[in-house]
T-cell receptor, first 115, second 114 residues
């Protein structure tokens, strides 16, 4: 059974703290993604990675960075958390589509509150 | 760029009612189309997909047909249950520049009352 896990379901941090969100997949997928989900805005892509040590900016990368040192793990880093980063964060993974399908598998999400 | 527009919610139905959630898209090329569902407190999970024109995806009583001529992928279910209460997202594969990203609609919240 495919599995994407995220390190925390709920997280409360203070403004200015450095925050790490961890995501692990056990499907040997090459592609991994970080989204944030906000009411009325749907899912917005923050960063994605096609391979170890590879990363590309998504639609809203400002204020975030990522790290992918191992194939199964993709970390999202908030260098200095701000209140406008309070959100639900979702991690996903997929294997190369090969021209057929781009199905992504999602983790349960981390609800981050920055006070 | 590619985009997905889905009907705004929230949608409230009684049990056994017929459900339609509209989804239209704008894309270059021939994307794959998806419906994802998010139950309360959970991440997204794939509900159904279609990879080419006229394909019908189906799962758990839900159906959607890939209509290239109307650029649509409407989600339907003949008789909804309370357990179908969730947020539904339409998505397409972004094929520009060899990318393997998905582009999501904003989601439609469905509440089914007993």
């Amino acid at each position: 059974d495919v599995k994407v896990t995220q390190s925390s379901r709920y997280l409360v941090k203070r403004t200015g703290e450095k925050v790490f969100l961890e995501c692990v997949q056990d499907m040997d997928h090459e592609n991994m993604f970080w989204y944030r989900q906000d009411p009325g805005l749907g899912l917005r892509l923050i960063y994605f990675s096609y391979d170890v040590k590879m990363k590309e900016k998504g639609d809203i990368p400002e204020g975030y960075s990522v790290s992918r040192e191992k194939k199964e793990r993709f970390s999202l880093i908030l260098e200095s958390a701000s209140t406008n980063q309070t959100s639900m964060y979702l991690c996903a993974s997929s294997s190369p589509a090969g021209g057929d399908s781009y199905e992504q598998y999602f983790g349960p999400g981390t609800r981050l509150t920055v006070t | 760029g590619d985009s997905v527009t889905q009907m705004e919610g929230p949608v409230t139905l009684s049990e056994e009612a017929f459900l339609t959630i509209n989804c239209t898209y704008t894309a270059t090329g021939y994307p794959s189309l998806f419906w994802y569902v998010q139950y309360p407190g959970e991440g997204l999970q794939l509900l159904l997909k279609a990879t080419k024109a006229d394909d019908k995806g189906s799962n758990k009583g839900f159906e959607a047909t890939y209509r290239k001529e109307t650029t649509s992928f409407h989600l339907e279910k003949g008789s909804v249950q309370v357990s179908d209460s969730a947020v539904y997202f339409c998505a397409l594969s972004d094929q520009q520049g060899g990318s393997e990203k998905l582009v999501f609609g904003k989601g439609t919240k469905l509440t089914v009352n007993p």
